[in-house]
């Protein structure tokens, strides 16, 4: 697929209402949820498209922003069905799986998760089984940093997703797992996860998205993340998109007094990505970790923005972002510390870490920081580096070959976000993943050149 479409949108109001298998059949959506994409498209129409200009889209190639030619709710083939199927593999989790904006498989909660209250259900189902439930939650958040006329056309398009409801006091041992899946290089989806955890009620969520096709696509991705008074959450997110896939996925998490949202996300594949990652502490006593690995190749572009917002006395967050660049690839972080008027005692940190294992690799970094309160402890910082040469030659004096090397240093990079995930089959199993992803990377050359050529790391435009 040509990345490089131009900027015109193809995807008819009147596609969205219809989902062909085996013929056309229309998605029984309620009046209120109707009412809502008739205003999404109004106002997708009236938002321009992003611009060189606007500061929120600094250094992005919007020439790989590919919004044409794309249908929606395309069909699945047979034989993938299969090979989703063995995938999912039933049975070790409740969880959901889509393709194309098609629900495909499901393995339901427990009987012990279901008698207390928990609820698991596709948006779809949810609509009709708990309307008034889901209507409370739904598009309850406008969480684009920048992608505001994104976020409009996931309003106006998504009906495939997943709402996690966990009433107050309930803590569910087993994990969800979630997974949506393009199959076809000219098809569009709108995933969106609606997650609502009561005071003190607590989850881990596993979230995936991935190809089965080897090139192209179009996902719009929208994650509503409600967290009551002392409520936990854990999402592990993982994102392996075919080659030319163009991506964006826009997450906010609310959290309420004292409750805590650890968030991960593994990054590779795609073309071009644009992840946007907000956190809105409002009670005193939140807390709120982001974490994020990437391994970037060939000419892949990863655009990640984030915004911690500090709205509530005697808060705290952590972000950790590290990317590890080969070939021409680039990455763009752009991340604001927000404190507000009477935010006393926030304790806010931002790191943004970019290893460069290619002189054609690019790497920018944009922390920011914009206190309006005193007494308050926040820190930022980004570093833009490479391997030394030295270190290389001494692991190739004692016997290591460079591949091997060169996958160990870039492991040891990663390590640090990987270890603070308190799920071990979580970590385990994305350690093999980001380890498998490296088997066929290689530097060419036992050295690196010294000099960063195409390398910014600058302050935020005044």
């Given at each position: 697929?040509?990345?490089?479409?131009?900027?015109?949108?193809?995807?008819?109001?009147?596609?969205?209402?219809?989902?062909?298998?085996?013929?056309?059949?229309?998605?029984?959506?309620?009046?209120?949820?109707?009412?809502?994409?008739?205003?999404?498209?109004?106002?997708?129409?009236?938002?321009?498209?992003?611009?060189?200009?606007?500061?929120?889209?600094?250094?992005?190639?919007?020439?790989?922003l590919?919004?044409?030619?794309?249908?929606?709710?395309t069909?699945?083939?047979?034989?993938?069905?299969?090979?989703?199927?063995?995938?999912?593999?039933?049975?070790?989790?409740?969880?959901?799986?889509?393709?194309n904006?098609?629900?495909l498989?499901?393995?339901?909660?427990?009987?012990?998760?279901?008698?207390?209250?928990?609820?698991?259900?596709?948006?779809?189902?949810?609509?009709?089984?708990?309307?008034?439930?889901?209507?409370?939650?739904?598009?309850?958040?406008?969480?684009?940093?920048?992608?505001?006329?994104?976020?409009t056309?996931?309003?106006?398009?998504?009906?495939?997703?997943?709402?996690?409801?966990?009433?107050?006091?309930?803590?569910?041992?087993?994990?969800?797992?979630?997974?949506?899946?393009?199959?076809e290089?000219?098809?569009?989806?709108?995933?969106?996860?609606?997650?609502?955890?009561?005071?003190?009620?607590?989850?881990?969520?596993?979230?995936?998205?991935?190809?089965?096709?080897?090139?192209?696509?179009?996902?719009?991705s929208?994650?509503?993340?409600?967290?009551?008074?002392?409520?936990?959450?854990?999402?592990?997110?993982?994102?392996?998109?075919?080659?030319?896939?163009?991506?964006?996925?826009?997450?906010?998490?609310?959290?309420?007094r004292?409750?805590?949202a650890?968030?991960?996300?593994?990054?590779?594949?795609?073309?071009?990505?644009?992840?946007?990652?907000?956190?809105?502490?409002l009670?005193?006593?939140a807390?709120?970790?982001?974490?994020?690995?990437?391994?970037?190749?060939?000419?892949?572009?990863?655009?990640q923005?984030?915004?911690?917002?500090?709205?509530?006395?005697?808060?705290?967050?952590?972000?950790?972002?590290?990317?590890?660049?080969y070939?021409?690839?680039?990455t763009?972080?752009?991340?604001?510390?927000?404190v507000?008027?009477?935010?006393?005692?926030?304790?806010?940190?931002?790191?943004?870490?970019?290893?460069?294992?290619?002189?054609?690799?690019e790497?920018?970094a944009?922390?920011?920081?914009?206190?309006?309160?005193?007494?308050?402890?926040?820190?930022?910082?980004?570093?833009?580096?490479?391997?030394?040469?030295?270190e290389?030659?001494?692991?190739?004096?004692?016997?290591?070959?460079?591949?091997?090397?060169?996958?160990?240093?870039?492991?040891?990079?990663?390590?640090?976000?990987?270890?603070?995930?308190?799920?071990?089959?979580?970590?385990?199993?994305?350690?093999e993943?980001?380890?498998?992803?490296?088997?066929?990377?290689?530097?060419?050359?036992?050295?690196?050149?010294s000099?960063?050529?195409?390398?910014?790391?600058?302050?935020?435009?005044?």
């Amino acid at each position: 697929m040509n990345a490089n479409r131009g900027m015109g949108v193809d995807l008819p109001k009147r596609v969205i209402l219809d989902i062909p298998d085996g013929g056309a059949k229309p998605v029984r959506l309620p009046r209120w949820w109707k009412e809502i994409q008739d205003v999404a498209w109004v106002d997708y129409e009236r938002l321009p498209m992003p611009s060189r200009k606007d500061e929120r889209w600094r250094f992005t190639d919007l020439g790989k922003l590919a919004l044409s030619g794309y249908t929606v709710s395309t069909s699945v083939p047979q034989g993938t069905r299969g090979e989703l199927q063995n995938f999912f593999r039933g049975g070790r989790a409740p969880g959901l799986l889509f393709a194309n904006d098609s629900l495909l498989f499901s393995e339901p909660l427990s009987l012990e998760a279901k008698r207390k209250g928990v609820l698991l259900a596709p948006l779809l189902d949810a609509a009709a089984d708990a309307p008034d439930l889901l209507k409370s939650w739904l598009f309850q958040e406008r969480v684009a940093l920048g992608a505001e006329k994104l976020e409009t056309l996931h309003r106006a398009c998504a009906t495939a997703g997943a709402f996690l409801y966990v009433p107050a006091g309930v803590e569910m041992e087993q994990h969800v797992d979630l997974s949506f899946w393009l199959t076809e290089g000219n098809a569009a989806t709108f995933p969106h996860v609606l997650v609502v955890l009561q005071e003190n009620a607590r989850a881990r969520i596993h979230l995936r998205f991935g190809s089965t096709n080897s090139c192209g696509g179009f996902a719009c991705s929208v994650q509503e993340l409600f967290l009551g008074a002392g409520a936990q959450l854990e999402l592990f997110t993982r994102r392996n998109w075919a080659e030319g896939t163009c991506s964006f996925d826009l997450a906010s998490v609310r959290l309420a007094r004292d409750a805590t949202a650890t968030t991960f996300q593994f990054n590779q594949g795609g073309g071009y990505t644009r992840t946007e990652s907000r956190s809105r502490l409002l009670g005193p006593g939140a807390r709120s970790v982001m974490l994020s690995a990437t391994v970037a190749r060939d000419r892949q572009e990863f655009d990640q923005r984030s915004f911690q917002e500090h709205a509530a006395p005697n808060t705290k967050s952590d972000l950790l972002y590290k990317n590890a660049l080969y070939d021409s690839s680039r990455t763009i972080f752009a991340g604001m510390i927000d404190v507000d008027p009477g935010a006393r005692q926030t304790d806010a940190y931002q790191s943004n870490r970019n290893l460069l294992l290619s002189p054609d690799a690019e790497a920018n970094a944009l922390p920011g920081l914009e206190i309006l309160a005193n007494d308050v402890r926040c820190t930022h910082g980004a570093t833009i580096g490479q391997i030394d040469p030295e270190e290389l030659f001494y692991c190739l004096q004692r016997g290591i070959p460079l591949p091997a090397a060169q996958r160990l240093f870039v492991l040891g990079f990663l390590t640090d976000v990987i270890d603070r995930i308190s799920d071990a089959d979580a970590r385990r199993s994305l350690a093999e993943e980001i380890d498998s992803s490296l088997n066929d990377k290689v530097v060419p050359g036992s050295s690196l050149p010294s000099s960063l050529r195409r390398t910014s790391l600058l302050p935020p435009a005044q």
